[in-house]
């Protein structure tokens, strides 16, 4: 269960990308892309978020902003109440210094197979973080704790696992390699991006039991990114987590997993979660959206940025942008959620 | 959205579209299997979800339809394609220029990853140019129809044929690689993880709208994948892959309702879903064989709970469990008793009732 400490804190987020015009046409405009648009969220100790979205929602940029791979355009990213770019930028005077905050947010990628080194044995790619953690420990001492923690992921017999090279293991213990890795370094907040999405789906749920059985030994909080709202409900209902709907840099819904899942408030969750397949073989219906594909993240809609697609859309989602509303467990940029807005009278899009 | 209102044509299980008798993939000189002696039939007018985990020989039985296996694997056994109208091929027997003609025109496949099936450097228009003309059909007839097809998929079809790939999104080029498939009107439909790297809103879309093609063009399909709740919705029967071969095949409501096959309990239950609580989702121990290890008798004893003597010692044939239901279990019956279903209390009085019809 989440602590009460926040470890992480999002205010008001921008992450805009300049697509710079080419050479040759002088005159043209350069693109803003506007990945990430205006989130604050506070993430605590021992905390678990799932940010789920469609392809090109931000959920990833997001993630990596708030760990500090991404410098943000706007907005600032607190760690234990300190502005982790002033630090960057030594603007600030204070005994935290960059390489711990860079130790203490551990990263996780969907792809194993490419994040480690394919020329080192496990246990070389093992020792390097516990050298940067604990440069003292002598080598014997390294080796004890990498086979203590490789036969808790069930890489067993460990001392046989650790002399083989990556390529020499399967996905789903590529991946618990590299949560190893992650968690060596003794992280407040691991991302883990679609960690779990290149597995096969009878071993997905073992992976993330496994990462939350060692979320409690190793304290660590997790920013959980997937597009799968099934997997999204396991790993938050499992410790007490919370889920964002990201939709076009900005989070759309977010509040406690079940709340979300039984009771979702905005639209575009209510989309989710018709794409969530189940085995209860009804038939889903039609696609509940005005039109299947994600509008260009260049040119975004105005008003509020889903009117286009949302089957609930009115002439009032045109004129202006959704504030976040509170319902009762979630925070919802909709104005559905508030029975006396100008929406209930206005006309329905139908375009 | 406005849906088709096209009658239905129904599965025929009396009209088989492809027959496999005996379909083996050998590597190795023979020795090791990727294909496992694998006889099963595709309905006419039929979506069957081939369902498997990696290495399961799943992408092999989709290829083995078109005879299309990488070398230097080998394929033996029969493969007997029957056409609405004609005589049945043998496609093994065939020459390598007839096997081109009835690839895409009678049988059609799509892969994952549409990137990676166009060329990055032509439009997409000309690729349905191409191939319109390397098999002598009309350009203009053909394009028109391709025109009907992308709208029918939710693309514009301007912009998409007179795009290049890339300057597409990933589920865009996959609908247009599926137009792509269809421009030819072929009898089936042979798809293999169409849809497995696009974020799950989109994969859920294109089903739905393959589900309004398959009623639209009266096709039958094959759709190869390693998600089961993905296809539930979709496909009128299931073949669960094991090691090789599949170790059940039935209607989808019987698969997931009264599943008869140990393997496939294990992996209903294993998949995270919504319906189910989720104390009760719990992963397989173990992980498949590979091809060169496969385990003497029934080659999911060592994961499974119910194994005896016999399931060490010899392989089991497929018992017909009810009407168009069978296993490759020797205790399938137990296997209903002992792993009770996770999400069985969401499914109403069906999935008690027991099976046997």
């Keep these: ?351 | 959205m406005a849906s088709t209102t096209v009658e239905t044509r129904e599965p025929d299980s009396e009209d088989p579209v492809v027959e496999l008798r005996n379909a083996s993939v050998t590597y190795d000189d023979g020795n090791s299997y990727v294909l496992d002696h694998v006889s099963m039939d595709v309905h006419r007018h039929e979506v069957i979800g081939v369902i498997g985990e990696s290495g399961s020989g799943k992408s092999m039985l989709a290829e083995s339809m078109l005879d299309s296996i990488p070398d230097p694997g080998v394929l033996r056994g029969q493969v007997r394609y029957n056409p609405s109208e004609g005589e049945p091929i043998d496609v093994l027997d065939l020459t390598t220029e007839e096997l081109r003609q009835l690839r895409w025109e009678e049988i059609s496949m799509v892969f994952q990853g549409a990137m990676s099936s166009f060329n990055p450097t032509m439009r997409v228009g000309k690729h349905f140019e191409e191939t319109l003309s390397a098999h002598d059909a009309d350009i203009d007839e053909g394009l028109a129809f391709a025109r009907e097809l992308l709208q029918d998929l939710y693309l514009e079809p301007d912009r998409v044929l007179n795009s290049y790939p890339h300057e597409l999104s990933g589920g865009m080029q996959q609908r247009a690689l599926i137009a792509l498939s269809l421009v030819l009107e072929p009898e089936l439909l042979v798809m293999d993880e169409p849809t497995a790297a696009l974020d799950l809103l989109m994969q859920r879309s294109i089903l739905r709208l393959l589900r309004e093609l398959k009623e639209k063009y009266d096709l039958t399909m094959v759709f190869i994948t390693h998600d089961l709740p993905l296809i539930a919705a979709l496909a009128d029967r299931l073949a669960i892959m094991y090691a090789f071969h599949p170790v059940e095949i039935g209607r989808t409501e019987e698969i997931v309702q009264n599943a008869a096959h140990p393997y496939t309990r294990a992996l209903l239950n294993s998949t995270p879903n919504l319906d189910a609580p989720i104390e009760e989702m719990v992963p397989i121990p173990g992980s498949q064989p590979a091809p060169i290890n496969v385990p003497d008798g029934c080659a999911y004893h060592p994961r499974c709970p119910l194994a005896d003597e016999q399931c060490r010692s010899s392989k089991p044939d497929y018992v017909s469990v009810s009407d168009r239901h069978t296993s490759a279990c020797y205790h399938w019956d137990d296997a209903r008793d002992e792993i009770a279903l996770n999400y069985s209390e969401n499914l109403g009085d069906a999935a008690r009732s027991g099976g046997d019809e």
């Design chain 1, 1 to 351: 269960m989440p602590g009460d400490e926040v470890v992480l804190s999002l205010e008001d987020i921008e992450v805009h990308f300049e697509n710079k015009s080419s050479l040759l046409d002088f005159g043209g405009e350069s693109e803003t892309v506007r990945a990430v648009d205006g989130v604050s969220l506070d993430i605590y100790e021992r905390d678990v978020i799932a940010l789920v979205g469609e392809s090109g929602c931000g959920k990833t940029t997001l993630g990596k902003t708030s760990i500090g791979l991404q410098r943000p355009t706007g907005g600032s990213v607190k760690y234990r109440g300190e502005d982790i770019w002033d630090i960057r930028d030594g603007k600030v005077d204070t005994d935290t210094e960059w390489a711990d905050i860079r130790q203490s947010l551990q990263i996780i990628h969907q792809d194993p197979g490419a994040s480690l080194n394919p020329n080192r044995r496990l246990v070389s790619i093992l020792s390097e973080p516990l050298r940067q953690v604990n440069p003292n420990l002598s080598k014997q001492e390294k080796r004890e704790r990498i086979y203590a923690l490789l036969e808790r992921v069930g890489m067993t017999p460990a001392a046989d696992f650790a002399e083989r090279y990556p390529h020499q293991l399967s996905g789903g213990e590529q991946q618990r390699v590299a949560l190893c890795r992650a968690l060596l370094m003794n992280p407040d907040v691991i991302l883990a991006d679609e960690a779990i999405s290149a597995l096969d789906v009878s071993l997905r749920v073992e992976m993330m039991d496994l990462m939350l059985d060692l979320q409690e030994e190793f304290d660590t909080s997790y920013v959980f990114i997937s597009h799968d709202l099934s997997n999204a409900r396991y790993f938050t209902a499992h410790s007490g987590g919370r889920i964002g709907v990201m939709y076009l840099g900005q989070i759309a819904e977010i509040g406690p997993a079940e709340a979300m899942i039984q009771d979702p408030h905005h639209p575009y969750t209510n989309v989710l979660r018709w794409a969530t397949p189940d085995l209860s073989l009804q038939d889903a219906g039609e696609v509940p959206m005005r039109k299947i594909d994600i509008p260009d993240p260049v040119d975004p809609p105005k008003g509020c940025n889903f009117q286009t697609r949302c089957p609930e859309a009115r002439e009032a989602c045109r004129q202006a942008d959704p504030q976040s509303y509170h319902a009762e467990n979630q925070r919802v940029r909709c104005f559905r959620e508030d029975e006396d807005h100008e929406y209930w009278e206005s006309p329905e899009l139908t375009d």
